[in-house]
Structures are given as structure tokens and as C-alpha cells.
């Protein structure tokens, strides 16, 4: 698990395919290795991978066919610049939200404006992700733990602060960027009940007529 909260920047020292997987090397930048061993978790924008080598400089990670469709690690290159989050560890704090590193779906920048300090970006949501999105929830975009600011249809927008465009390589996007999302694990899963609700609507679980019952729907 990770929170979404960027430890450092790093970089791709290489992405070498390997019949249908990729392996990659990754420089880790400031990121401290002192405590990661083989096996531990890493989030690389926002994917976690297995490491599988460490050294004083970085790391090693192969990313499977599964993850290169369902991602933008694949189109990464020697030089790319990468966010980086060690796996959470039990007394850490939780700054942003919980994030499994599990990417749903690739997105699109649709647009990126001024809003005083700020930078507002409208992001476009692949048809499927889009209703697991609301207003005020919790997105994670290329790792970064973000507030949903509004939604329309398949597109939502997130105010991103100097700090974060500065902390981040969210900095770095342009319009038409590709970015990995994943959507508030709470999303799914409640769908996931209410589906087995309707599915066996005299067995016990979380139906909507019990949600609205409880004062959450109305």
C-alpha cells in the first residue's frame, strides 16, 4: 500500500523488452534505499513494482505485459523523469489516501490553465473509470494523492499547488499527456457489494435501498 504522497523524483536509466515483458532500471534520485531489499514494493508513477535488484543508485523492476497495457510504463524512455513512493510501513503517516499501486486505466490532459498559484488540469477518464470518480473524492494521478475538484461525464479537474507541480513530475504535463489513474479503492469495493446485493437481494450486504435508509442517498 502507498498513500500517494511523491518521496522523490527519479529517472528511467533503461526499458529493455523482454518477449513481451519489460525490464527497467530506475535511477531513484533522492529516494532513500537504505531499508528497501529485494522484494519490497516501490510505487513508480504510481505503479507499484517488485524490486528485484537495489543498489546505491537505484533499482530494477520487470513489469509484466498486463501492466505495460494497462499503464504508461511502456512508453517510457532512457531520460524520463519518474515519481517515486516507497510501500507504506505500519506507523507511517498518511498524508494523501490509501493507493494500492494498482493502476485502473490510462487518462488524458485535456487541458491545463492558471488559477492564481495554482495549475487547474482537466483530465479525461477512460469511459469505464469515469463513475467511480465524485466531486471532493480522493484520485490518484501518476502516484500523486489528489482532490477531485468536479466532474463531468468522463472528465474531472484538480488543482495542483506549487509545491506538488514542483515536488512531482505532474509539473512536467502538457495537454494530451498520458497519465496513470487510480480510483478511490472504497469506489470499487462498495460497488462490488451492491452488486452482490442485487444479485441476491435477500442475502445480507449493502443494498441502495440501505444506503438511502441511512441517510447516504437521497
Given at each position: 500500500?502507498?498513500?500517494?504522497?511523491?518521496?522523490?523524483?527519479?529517472?528511467?536509466?533503461?526499458?529493455?523488452?523482454?518477449?513481451?515483458?519489460?525490464?527497467?532500471?530506475?535511477?531513484?534520485?533522492?529516494?532513500?534505499?537504505?531499508?528497501?531489499?529485494?522484494?519490497?514494493?516501490?510505487?513508480?508513477?504510481?505503479?507499484?513494482?517488485?524490486?528485484?535488484?537495489?543498489?546505491?543508485?537505484?533499482?530494477?523492476?520487470?513489469?509484466?505485459?498486463?501492466?505495460?497495457?494497462?499503464?504508461?510504463?511502456?512508453?517510457?524512455?532512457?531520460?524520463?523523469?519518474?515519481?517515486?513512493?516507497?510501500?507504506?510501513?505500519?506507523?507511517?503517516?498518511?498524508?494523501?489516501?490509501?493507493?494500492?499501486?494498482?493502476?485502473?486505466?490510462?487518462?488524458?490532459?485535456?487541458?491545463?490553465?492558471?488559477?492564481?498559484?495554482?495549475?487547474?488540469?482537466?483530465?479525461e477518464?477512460?469511459?469505464?473509470?469515469?463513475?467511480?470518480?465524485?466531486?471532493?473524492?480522493?484520485?490518484?494521478?501518476?502516484?500523486?494523492?489528489?482532490?477531485?475538484?468536479?466532474?463531468?461525464?468522463?472528465?474531472?479537474?484538480?488543482?495542483?499547488?506549487?509545491?506538488?507541480?514542483?515536488?512531482?513530475?505532474?509539473?512536467?504535463?502538457?495537454?494530451?499527456?498520458?497519465v496513470?489513474l487510480?480510483?478511490d479503492?472504497?469506489?470499487?469495493?462498495?460497488?462490488?457489494?451492491?452488486?452482490?446485493?442485487?444479485?441476491?437481494?435477500?442475502?445480507?450486504?449493502?443494498?441502495?435501498?440501505?444506503?438511502?435508509?441511512?441517510?447516504?442517498?437521497?
Amino acid at each position: 500500500m502507498f498513500t500517494g504522497i511523491i518521496q522523490a523524483i527519479g529517472s528511467v536509466r533503461a526499458l529493455e523488452p523482454r518477449g513481451g515483458d519489460a525490464h527497467l532500471r530506475i535511477q531513484s534520485g533522492a529516494l532513500d534505499l537504505a531499508d528497501v531489499r529485494e522484494g519490497d514494493s516501490i510505487a513508480v508513477n504510481g505503479v507499484c513494482l517488485t524490486a528485484i535488484a537495489v543498489g546505491p543508485e537505484g533499482f530494477a523492476a520487470d513489469a509484466s505485459a498486463e501492466t505495460l497495457g494497462r499503464t504508461t510504463l511502456g512508453r517510457l524512455k532512457a531520460g524520463d523523469r519518474v515519481n517515486l513512493e516507497k510501500a507504506l510501513a505500519l506507523g507511517d503517516r498518511l498524508g494523501g489516501h490509501l493507493v494500492s499501486g494498482h493502476v485502473d486505466g490510462v487518462g488524458r490532459v485535456r487541458a491545463r490553465e492558471r488559477a492564481a498559484r495554482s495549475e487547474r488540469f482537466t483530465i479525461e477518464a477512460p469511459p469505464g473509470l469515469a463513475r467511480y470518480i465524485a466531486e471532493k473524492g480522493s484520485i490518484c494521478v501518476d502516484g500523486v494523492s489528489l482532490t477531485v475538484n468536479a466532474v463531468d461525464e468522463n472528465r474531472f479537474t484538480v488543482n495542483i499547488v506549487p509545491h506538488t507541480l514542483g515536488a512531482t513530475t505532474l509539473g512536467d504535463l502538457g495537454e494530451g499527456a498520458a497519465v496513470n489513474l487510480e480510483v478511490d479503492l472504497l469506489a470499487r469495493y462498495l460497488e462490488r457489494l451492491l452488486h452482490r446485493s442485487e444479485a441476491d437481494p435477500s442475502g445480507p450486504g449493502i443494498s441502495l435501498g440501505l444506503l438511502a435508509r441511512a441517510g447516504f442517498l437521497k
